[in-house]
């Protein structure tokens, strides 16, 4: 079946400028993370959305970051007044999240680089 | 604070050689660890996980779980230079979010 998958593949921005990110994740899986990776980095989580509970946006950097998932499936990244350190590959991956044995493993899409000039 | 850490490297073994990953965590009651291999310029793909103590294996990949030491860790036997990659160490911290930390990679290099 299909696997998680992101658009745009790559962006390129100018500062100050908005950027919106989405992620399609795997169909019936609850739960969905956004991480960022800088080159050579690990992984920064940024946020968690399970269910329908209220997201945990404990690692959102700042509040230029906001996202959000729509009826439990897509999500959107926004990064408002983009700076030049915002320039990473965003990852989103999902999971089942059905309390079976694996469900909480993490199918990462291929993510989407973004260069903030 | 819940951490999960990990020795950076880069290890370096030579083909044929046991690697040896490991990775720490902080919070007692974590139960549930997975083992990630991300190569450069890839996103991360799962090799295993493991929730009980003791061995888990799968093909040349053995995974440890202590659970009372707050260690889990990952063989990998017969090294082949295809293994390569950046290893990640994540843990399933039970809260009310069940929220899965990440740990900073371990960078391996096999030797030809």
């Known amino acids: 079946g299909a696997g998680v998958s992101q658009s745009p593949s790559n962006k390129v921005t100018e500062k100050g400028k908005d950027v919106e990110l989405r992620c399609d994740p795997i169909?019936?899986?609850?739960?969905l993370y956004w991480y960022r990776q800088s080159l050579g980095q690990g992984l920064e989580f940024l946020i968690y959305?399970?269910?329908?509970?209220?997201?945990?946006k404990s690692g959102l950097p700042s509040d230029r970051f906001s996202a959000e998932r729509t009826g439990g499936s897509v999500s959107t990244l926004t990064i408002q007044r983009t700076q030049q350190e915002d320039s990473a590959v965003y990852l989103c991956?999902?999971?089942?999240?059905?309390?079976?044995?694996?469900?909480?493993?993490?199918?990462f899409g291929p993510g989407t680089r973004l260069t903030v000039l | 604070q819940k951490e999960v850490e990990q020795n950076s490297g880069p290890l370096s073994v030579p083909e044929g050689a046991i690697a040896s990953l490991n990775c720490t965590y902080s919070?007692?009651?974590?139960?549930?660890f997975f083992w990630y291999r991300q190569y450069s310029g890839k996103s991360p793909e799962l090799i295993m996980f493991?929730?009980?103590?003791g061995d888990k294996e799968d093909g040349r990949f053995t995974a440890q779980l202590n659970k009372a030491s707050q260690y889990v860790s990952l063989l990998i036997r017969d090294s082949q230079p295809s293994d390569s990659a950046t290893y990640l160490c994540?843990?399933?911290?039970?809260?009310?979010?069940?929220?899965?930390?990440f740990g900073p990679g371990t960078s391996l290099s096999v030797i030809p």
């Open positions: 991956a999902s999971s089942p999240g059905a309390g079976l044995a694996g469900s909480d493993t993490q199918y």
């Open positions: 169909s019936g899986h609850t739960a």
């Open positions: 959305f399970q269910g329908n509970s209220a997201p945990d």
């Open positions: 919070d007692r009651g974590s139960q549930s």
């Open positions: 493991i929730y009980s103590n």
């Open positions: 994540a843990v399933i911290f039970r809260t009310s979010y069940d929220k899965v930390i």
